[in-house]
């Protein structure tokens, strides 16, 4: 039973992002009939699950929602500005009801009342909402006219009786998917042999395509209708040929009539639809199309299923170790004598091709579209934005990017607060914006994209940007900086991540950019990311995350202490140096600093902080990594040697055995030892690692504690 | 026990890996054994308690070995080829335990197990959950919960 619950609550997930995709569509105005019929089936089956296990409020809500859907499906009510809002609303409270019910707990019974008696109240009434539209064709017979929501039906099949209308005309609906456009299809080739078979014309729909300046880089705004009198001979199957290719990446309606009709009607996709059919004439064969353009539709959708991520992470370990074997076997073989082995380096060559693209389809497993993240958030600029009293629109531009699962479930919650922070601080009040000359509708800016094999997420506001002056004054204030300092910009705008910054007059119920920013950054460096921020007067400010793909590989700096192979993250690694004797400067018994463009930056033995050795008193011979910390303080890591730069497949020790102060994890070399992985923040930080003296084991080595 | 049933007194059956360590006989329940392995280089690990040797890698997880002769007092291994790592799991942990040699394979009933002798030591009386009498010898059964708790307190503290 509880594995049904449980699934029951993943299902709910799914169909409750279906559901704002569908509205973000609505809202756009690229949504179709499919888009309401989808989003109705969504709430339906949530309706349908919740009844199974007696969640009574969960029904009574999903029932209200689904009126109001079928209200709009059937074209009693029209969408527009309000009821989109009511719908947002709805969908939020929903996605909190489910929640709750996950969670077993009870919602205050006032929350939601209000969206509640809302939609029961358009949904009584059509009419009584202030711009809904009175259907007076309530009782017409076919039950079906076109949804002004406008385009194409996906993929609506008539009866086969292409054989009997070679004399009609065909009228034909088609709007292009991003794909179509990746996959290198042209829309206009496509025409062009339509137009061989015929008289064709063609009109094409721009009205979704947005203004230059909104433009998000979606190339799918536009949608075309031709009409074709065809040649003698050309039926419909040929007419269907000429999109054969493009199937699945366009939404396409081939309809024939005669010439001189108008287009049929369009036919909702649903077959839930069919059943308000009176039993007429036309109702079998519509019925039959119905079904037909359903399992279409639903071919055309990307087939997917669920695993267990345990298994998932099965797979991910043993491709790992397959890449180290492949990597162990490689060095064995490059030390065998050199005329035996051209066909096998050859035969390695390939299989390490091989385990590369095999690793690189393991992760692929993991990675899904950042979407989902995404609509969570723009629930959250909304919510904020209400708070606050602004009004804002967020702006999400590739959603389709994809991310290791854990990234965006760990991302949820900084990028909350960033947003939060972004609605809050970042944009003015309606009123100032107006004075500015801005739009009164604030902007918010989400995208994603991969760069240089990480992903990089960014988010930005058309705001007032930031407050230089402010922020140096309460950093003064606090005591963070001197007054005698000379800041740069881009210091002043980081003093914002220091911990106990916090712009104390603007501190709200919600958050003050600021507070908290130092916890967001930590956040995203648990994730091996970096988060960096720009901000221009007048313009906006904007935040930007760099993440690595998984969390299972990161880029790391061999070294060896002690004897021990040990890697360093490069992650906050700036600068390797070989210091000449004369760089290094003594303080006392063993404190040692470097002297580096007139800075002095202390200097950390790694293999005495580790305890691996007595701590050094000459660093002549040593390799010096220069890493900058969370707080951008400066520390040099004295090393033995320094090996190579490579990806490590990250091995948890907690699994087996615990954590380790001044580790991070650990990876197994190409000749199958392994290595630690350096947590340099906590060698850098941890006082109680950063004194070797006094951490030093006297058993380890048998010898004294100063050399 | 005339009362007791065939299946009763299969249950009672155990297998258990006996090994020696300085001399003596020891034995854990085959139940948490993975496999064994002969002795391979470790990393050491920086902190850990003395009788943690380091980290090795078996087929991709990594996993700490614990020096048993360490843990029981005998003192330390200086390991070498001859000596062999016995792969067991406790707590869903995978744990390598170093010890000098595996002598064999038992079955013994989970009844004959007699108590540790009182002569025992605090540390005896935390390890040692019993022995079992085999042939002439004493085998001294391990209680690798105990063991594992300990290295868990040493290393949080």
């Known amino acids: 039973m509880s594995d049904l619950r449980e699934m029951f609550f993943e299902e709910c997930d799914d169909l409750l992002e279906g559901l704002s995709t569908g509205l973000t569509a609505l809202e756009g105005d690229t949504g179709d009939d499919e888009t309401i019929n989808s989003m109705f089936r969504s709430v339906h089956s949530i309706k349908g699950g919740a009844g199974a296990f007696g969640m009574d409020r969960l029904i009574e809500f999903a029932h209200a929602f689904e009126n109001v859907l079928d209200l709009l499906r059937s074209d009693k009510l029209q969408v527009d500005g309000p009821i989109t809002a009511l719908m947002f609303l709805a969908t939020d409270h929903l996605s909190d009801l489910v929640n709750a019910a996950r969670d077993e707990i009870d919602l205050p019974a006032s929350e939601g009342l209000s969206v509640l008696s809302d939609l029961k109240l358009v949904s009584?009434?059509?009419?009584?909402?202030?711009?809904?539209?009175?259907?007076?064709?309530e009782e017409d017979v076919t039950g079906f006219v076109p949804l002004t929501l406008d385009l194409g039906d996906a993929f609506t099949e008539l009866p086969d009786i292409s054989g009997a209308i070679t004399e009609c005309a065909f009228d034909i609906s088609f709007a292009a998917e991003p794909a179509l456009y990746a996959n290198g299809h042209d829309p206009a080739l496509l025409f062009r042999t339509l137009s061989k078979m015929g008289e064709l014309s063609i009109s094409a729909?721009?009205?979704?395509?947005?203004?230059?300046?909104?433009?998000?880089?979606?190339?799918?705004?536009?949608?075309?209708?031709?009409?074709?009198?065809?040649?003698?001979?050309?039926?419909?199957?040929?007419?269907?040929?000429?999109?054969?290719?493009?199937?699945?990446?366009?939404?396409?309606?081939?309809?024939?009539?005669?010439?001189?009709?108008?287009?049929?009607?369009?036919?909702?996709?649903?077959?839930?639809?069919?059943?308000?059919?009176?039993?007429?004439?036309?109702?079998?064969?519509?019925?039959?199309?119905?079904?037909?353009?359903?399992?279409?539709?639903?071919?055309?959708?990307?087939?997917?299923?669920?695993?267990?991520?345990?298994?998932?992470?099965?797979?991910i370990n043993l491709v790992g170790e397959l890449v180290i074997s492949e990597a162990m076997l490689r060095q064995s073989i490059d030390e065998l004598p050199r005329s035996a082995n051209s066909a096998v380096s050859e035969a390695m060559g390939q299989l390490k091709q091989l385990s590369g693209?095999?690793?690189?389809?393991?992760?692929?497993?993991?990675?899904?579209?950042?979407?989902?993240?995404?609509?969570?958030?723009?629930?959250?600029?909304?919510?904020?934005?209400?708070?606050?009293?602004?009004?804002?629109?967020?702006?999400?531009?590739?959603?389709?990017?994809?991310?290791?699962?854990?990234?965006?479930?760990?991302?949820?919650?900084?990028?909350?607060?960033?947003?939060?922070?972004?609605?809050?601080?970042?944009?003015?009040?309606p009123q100032d914006r107006i004075e500015a000359g801005k739009p009164e509708q604030g902007i918010i800016r989400l995208e994603a994209a991969h760069k240089s094999g990480r992903v990089v997420i960014s988010l930005s506001d058309d705001g007032a940007g930031i407050n230089r002056a402010k922020v140096r004054a309460i950093a003064e204030e606090k005591g963070l900086v001197r007054p005698e300092e000379d800041l740069t910009d881009t210091d002043i705008d980081n003093l914002l991540f220091r911990p106990g910054f916090s712009t104390a007059t603007e501190v709200?119920?919600?958050?003050?950019?600021?507070?908290?920013?130092?916890?967001?950054?930590?956040?995203?460096?648990?994730?091996?990311?970096?988060i960096a921020l720009f901000s221009e007067q007048g313009r906006g400010t904007k935040l930007t995350i760099s993440l690595p793909l998984t969390l299972a590989v990161m880029e790391g700096m061999v070294v060896t202490v002690a004897g021990e192979s040990l890697v360093v993250p490069t992650l906050s690694l700036r600068e390797t140096l070989q210091p000449g004797q004369a760089d290094i400067h003594a303080f006392c018994d063993e404190d040692r600093a470097l002297s580096l463009g007139?800075?002095?930056?202390?200097?950390?033995?790694?293999?005495?902080?580790?305890?691996?050795r007595p701590v050094l008193t000459d660093f002549s011979d040593q390799s010096i990594l220069l890493i900058e910390g969370d707080s951008g303080r400066r520390t040099a890591l004295a090393v033995d040697g320094i090996i190579d730069q490579r990806e490590v497949v990250i091995k948890g020790l907690e699994q087996n055995y615990q954590q380790i102060t001044?580790?991070?994890?650990a990876t197994i070399l190409g000749d199958g030892k392994i290595a630690l992985i350096v947590d340099t923040d906590q060698v850098i930080t941890s006082p109680g690692v950063s004194m070797p003296s006094r951490q030093i084991r006297p058993e380890l080595n048998g010898v004294p504690q100063h050399v | 026990m005339s009362e007791a049933t065939p299946q009763d007194q299969a249950a009672a059956w155990i297998e258990i890996v006996s090994f020696a360590i300085c001399e003596q006989a020891f034995c854990l329940d085959i139940g948490h054994v993975l496999e064994i392995r002969g002795w391979t280089t470790t990393t050491t690990l920086p902190h850990a308690p003395d009788y943690v040797i380091g980290m090795m890698n078996l087929r991709g997880n990594v996993l700490p070995v614990v020096d048993l002769s360490m843990c029981l007092g005998l003192g330390k291994t200086v390991p070498e080829s001859r000596h062999v790592i016995i792969i067991a799991c406790?707590?869903?942990?995978?744990?390598?335990?170093?010890?000098?040699?595996?002598?064999?394979?038992?079955?013994?009933?989970?009844?004959?197990?007699?108590?540790?002798?009182?002569?025992?030591?605090?540390?005896?009386?935390?390890?040692i959950k019993g022995v079992y009498m085999v042939e002439d010898t004493i085998v001294r059964a391990i209680d690798v919960h105990q063991i594992l708790q300990q290295q868990e307190e040493v290393s949080a503290a």
């Open chain 1, 124 to 137: 009584q009434d059509p009419g009584a909402a202030p711009t809904a539209v009175a259907d007076a064709q």
């Open chain 1, 205 to 315: 729909d721009t009205s979704a395509v947005k203004p230059l300046e909104a433009d998000t880089g979606e190339l799918a705004a536009l949608s075309w209708s031709l009409h074709l009198v065809p040649d003698e001979g050309v039926n419909e199957e040929a007419v269907r040929e000429v999109f054969e290719f493009v199937e699945g990446l366009c939404q396409l309606t081939i309809t024939a009539c005669s010439p001189d009709d108008a287009p049929e009607l369009s036919i909702p996709e649903d077959t839930e639809a069919v059943d308000h059919l009176p039993a007429g004439t036309e109702a079998p064969t519509k019925a039959a199309a119905a079904v037909g353009a359903k399992k279409k539709s639903d071919e055309a959708r990307n087939a997917t299923i669920r695993v267990d991520l345990k298994r998932v992470d099965r797979l």
């Open chain 1, 357 to 429: 693209s095999l690793q690189e389809s393991v992760m692929a497993i993991r990675a899904q579209p950042v979407r989902s993240l995404f609509q969570r958030m723009s629930r959250i600029v909304r919510e904020s934005a209400r708070e606050a009293g602004k009004t804002a629109r967020l702006v999400m531009v590739g959603e389709a990017t994809e991310v290791d699962k854990t990234v965006t479930e760990r991302l949820v919650e900084p990028l909350t607060h960033m947003i939060r922070n972004s609605v809050d601080h970042g944009l003015e009040t």
């Open chain 1, 508 to 530: 709200s119920n919600l958050s003050g950019r600021g507070v908290g920013m130092d916890v967001v950054r930590n956040e995203i460096q648990a994730l091996g990311g970096r």
């Open chain 1, 598 to 612: 007139g800075d002095l930056i202390p200097i950390i033995d790694l293999g005495a902080s580790l305890g691996f």
């Open chain 1, 662 to 665: 001044g580790i991070a994890a």
């Open chain 2, 90 to 127: 406790i707590n869903e942990k995978t744990v390598g335990f170093l010890v000098d040699a595996v002598s064999n394979i038992l079955t013994v009933n989970a009844a004959d197990m007699q108590s540790t002798p009182d002569v025992s030591s605090e540390r005896t009386a935390a390890f």
